[in-house]
């Protein structure tokens, strides 16, 4: 079984004071995040319930991107926009081993629930096995197991990263479609027939889509998506 880092951040949390990931100052509401960075955090409302993308306050249906061009996933929220306070908090997180931001993220996908998590599995999307061995710890499986403790829901690895695709920061969304083909397979065994895959960041949703793609060629029917910030 594989260790959580967030396990052992969640006992650290009882001996030391709440400090901002983002300034350093005083944290509140149990996070590690001040109330003046807590606030400089745009939620991501009003937006397309199956790409997440943002829409014109007061819509509320599927953008019209999906409903002429379906996709994998059946359904998509992102928590917040990648913007203030959710950049700096990611870019913590992800590349200065950061796993208190990582934390903070994981309550802030908590405050802003999507309204169909009852029954369902969440679903890490892996990393590569040559990037985790850099890294050291694998984003999207803590958050996962951080909303898993949280919501009660049952996590579990189904998926693996086939191959070490290239960076995608730079290639346009045909670009990282190509990039990502088969990227993922899904683990032997019995699935469940409806998931959530968590991630951090949703970009142009390819790599989501990619995974979701490989999740239902093994027979998942329907996949859903939870992550932490979209970028507009
Ligand atoms: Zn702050
Ligand atoms: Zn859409």
Same mark, same amino acid.
């Given at each position: ?13 009882w001996?030391?004071?709440?400090r901002?990931?983002? !300034? ?9 995040? !001040? ?10 409302l ?14 509320v249906?599927?953008?019209?991107? !999906? ?8 359904? !998509? ?85 086939e ?10 969304r ?25 991630d ?13 793609q ?19």
């Open positions: 079984m594989r260790m959580t880092v967030g396990i052992v951040h969640s006992l650290a949390r001996l030391l004071p709440l901002c990931r983002v !300034c350093a100052q005083r944290g509140h509401q149990g996070m590690d995040l !001040c109330p003046a960075c807590h606030a400089a955090a745009q939620t991501n009003p937006a397309c319930p199956r790409c997440a993308l943002p829409l014109p306050a007061g819509e249906s599927v953008c019209a991107a !999906c409903l002429s061009a379906p996709t994998a996933l059946l359904a !998509c929220h992102a928590a917040w926009r990648y913007g203030p306070t959710l950049d700096a908090l990611v870019r913590r997180y992800k590349f200065e081993q950061d796993l208190a931001a990582g934390a903070v993220l994981a309550g802030l996908m908590l405050q802003q629930r999507p309204p169909w998590l009852a029954g369902q599995v969440l679903v890490p999307v892996p990393l590569h096995r040559q990037r985790l061995a850099q890294r050291g710890y694998d984003q999207a499986h803590e958050l996962a197991a951080q909303l898993a403790q949280a919501t009660g829901l049952p996590s579990g690895h189904l998926l693996r990263r191959r070490a695709t290239a960076a995608q920061s730079g290639l346009d045909q670009q990282r479609r190509k990039n990502l083909r088969r990227a993922f397979v899904a683990l032997p065994g019995p699935l469940p027939p409806s998931v959530v895959l968590v951090d960041v949703m970009t142009t949703g390819a790599t989501l889509e990619a995974a979701a490989a999740l239902q060629r093994a027979g998942v029917v329907q996949v859903r998506a939870w992550v932490a910030a979209r970028t507009p």
